[in-house]
């Protein structure tokens, strides 16, 4: 019988971390709610790390408080916080058998050792490598250990366990793998789970949210379809999927300028602004013959990617060139090839506006 966790909620205000003159943090907000996988998504040198070590009691924030459910651990030493954490190393202690490791702090809370032995096979079972308890982590693949560094951080249900690039480096397919193994484990047990991740395709695959950073602040946070779907800056519409972007002056009301063409847009504009960036995805810009659109514009380069093919059309009258994602079978209906000219269509309400 699998024992489920007490997910904790984690709530943290206004944490603000310096490093000499640097800051690393600039205020951040933040509640994680019971039995929610949340990933801190962001470039290099964001902060996404520096946040999830301040979480641990490995960092002391500059300023701000944390509290894990009524629990004030914003001073609280890492020992006496209650969490399972997991880095990119494996960091398994190497001449410890894969049992031993995951039973380490079972024994450093006192647990006799009928229950250790109880819970060790309860985990191994869970990850899968009951037949693997007896061996040494250098006899297990990458995959493997990362999943027994798992066990261990969950072995003395952790309310609250954190992920730091479990998964970057693993090869793509052991990745792939891990990644829905991950969450299937986190969703049973319930614990509250935070991944830092710069993969935005692992951060939209495995969260309930997405925690985007950018320089110290959180840009936004959202379910993966709202961060993809209705991106609320420039930076998350780039830093996520494909975008192109498309310089534009305001007229009144919902319209902008774009060369000597006026679009109507559907989404809310940007307070007044002298220019503005419109977007739009490649997968909602729609191809058609010549004659048929209200852009004209020629085939520079194709790239079949399997499901679809990434087209790239210099715009005729704008210097402007998009990327278009169609179907084969679109392709072939319009006769696509490099060179050609074509007419696209840009629908408003996949037209994105932001302030330049
Ligand atoms: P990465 O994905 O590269 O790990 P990150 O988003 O996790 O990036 P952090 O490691 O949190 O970024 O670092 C945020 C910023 O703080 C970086 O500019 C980094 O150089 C700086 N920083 C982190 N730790 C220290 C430290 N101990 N002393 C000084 N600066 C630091």
């Given at each position: 019988?699998?024992?489920?966790?007490?997910g904790?909620?984690l709530?943290?205000?206004?944490v603000?971390?310096?490093?000499?003159?640097?800051?690393?943090?600039?205020?951040?907000d933040?509640?994680?709610?019971?039995?929610?996988l949340?990933?801190?998504?962001?470039?290099?040198?964001?902060?996404?790390?520096?946040?999830?070590?301040?979480i641990?009691g490995l960092?002391?924030?500059s300023?701000g408080?944390?509290?894990?459910?009524s629990?004030?651990?914003?001073?609280?030493?890492?020992?006496?916080?209650?969490?399972?954490?997991?880095?990119?190393?494996?960091a398994?202690f190497?001449?410890?058998t894969?049992?031993?490791?995951?039973?380490?702090g079972?024994?450093?809370?006192?647990?006799?050792?009928?229950?250790?032995?109880?819970?060790?096979?309860?985990?191994?079972e869970?990850?899968?490598?009951?037949?693997?308890?007896?061996?040494?982590?250098?006899?297990l693949s990458g995959?493997?250990?990362?999943r027994?560094?798992?066990?261990?951080?969950l072995a003395?249900?952790?309310?609250?366990?954190?992920?730091?690039?479990?998964?970057?480096?693993?090869?793509?397919?052991v990745?792939?793998h891990l990644?829905s193994?991950i969450?299937?484990?986190?969703k049973?047990?319930?614990?509250?789970?935070?991944?830092?991740?710069?993969?935005?395709?692992?951060?939209?695959a495995?969260?309930?949210?997405v925690v985007?950073?950018?320089?110290?602040?959180?840009?936004?946070?959202?379910?993966?379809?709202e961060i993809?779907?209705?991106?609320?800056?420039?930076?998350?519409?780039e830093?996520?999927?494909?975008m192109?972007?498309?310089?534009?002056a305001p007229?009144n009301?919902?319209?902008?300028?774009?060369g000597?063409?006026?679009?109507?847009?559907?989404?809310?504009?940007?307070?007044v602004?002298?220019s503005v960036?419109?977007?739009?995805?490649?997968?909602?810009?729609?191809l058609?013959?010549v004659?048929?659109?209200?852009?004209?514009?020629?085939?520079e380069?194709?790239?079949?990617?399997?499901a679809f093919?990434?087209?790239?059309?210099?715009?005729?009258?704008?210097?402007?060139d998009l990327?278009?994602?169609v179907?084969?079978r679109s392709?072939?209906q319009?006769?696509?090839?490099?060179?050609?000219s074509?007419?696209?269509?840009?629908?408003?309400?996949?037209?994105?506006?932001f302030a330049?």
């Open positions: 019988m699998t024992q489920q966790t007490q904790s909620r709530e943290i205000q206004g603000q971390k310096n490093f000499g003159d640097f800051t690393a943090l600039k205020s951040i933040l509640t994680i709610e019971p039995g929610e949340v990933c801190f998504l962001g470039p290099s040198g964001c902060g996404k790390t520096t946040l999830l070590r301040i641990a960092e002391q924030q300023a408080q944390l509290f894990q459910g629990d004030d651990i914003s001073l609280k030493p890492p020992k006496d916080r209650d969490f399972g954490i997991v880095f990119q190393s494996y398994l190497p001449n410890m894969v049992c031993d490791n995951i039973a380490y079972l024994r450093s809370i006192g647990m006799g050792k009928t229950q250790i032995k109880a819970r060790v096979s309860e985990l191994l869970l990850i899968g490598l009951s037949d693997h308890a007896k061996k040494y982590p250098a006899q995959g493997q250990q990362q027994v560094a798992l066990a261990r951080a003395p249900s952790p309310g609250l366990l954190l992920l730091d690039e479990p998964l970057s480096a693993l090869d793509a397919k990745r792939h990644r193994e969450r299937n484990l986190q049973k047990l319930g614990v509250t789970t935070i991944l830092v991740t710069h993969d935005q395709e692992e951060a939209l495995m969260a309930d949210r985007v950073m950018n320089n110290g602040v959180i840009e936004q946070v959202g379910t993966p379809l993809y779907q209705q991106p609320k800056s420039a930076f998350v519409a830093f996520i999927g494909a192109n972007f498309i310089d534009s007229l009301g919902q319209r902008v300028k774009v000597n063409r006026e679009l109507e847009l559907v989404r809310p504009m940007p307070e602004q002298d960036r419109l977007a739009i995805r490649p997968e909602d810009v729609h058609m013959p004659g048929d659109g209200d852009w004209e514009g020629r085939v380069a194709m790239d079949y990617l399997g093919i990434r087209t790239q059309i210099r715009l005729s009258d704008v210097e402007l990327v278009v994602d179907d084969p392709a072939r319009l006769d696509l090839v490099v060179g050609r074509i007419c696209l269509h840009l629908p408003s309400d996949a037209l994105h506006c330049a």
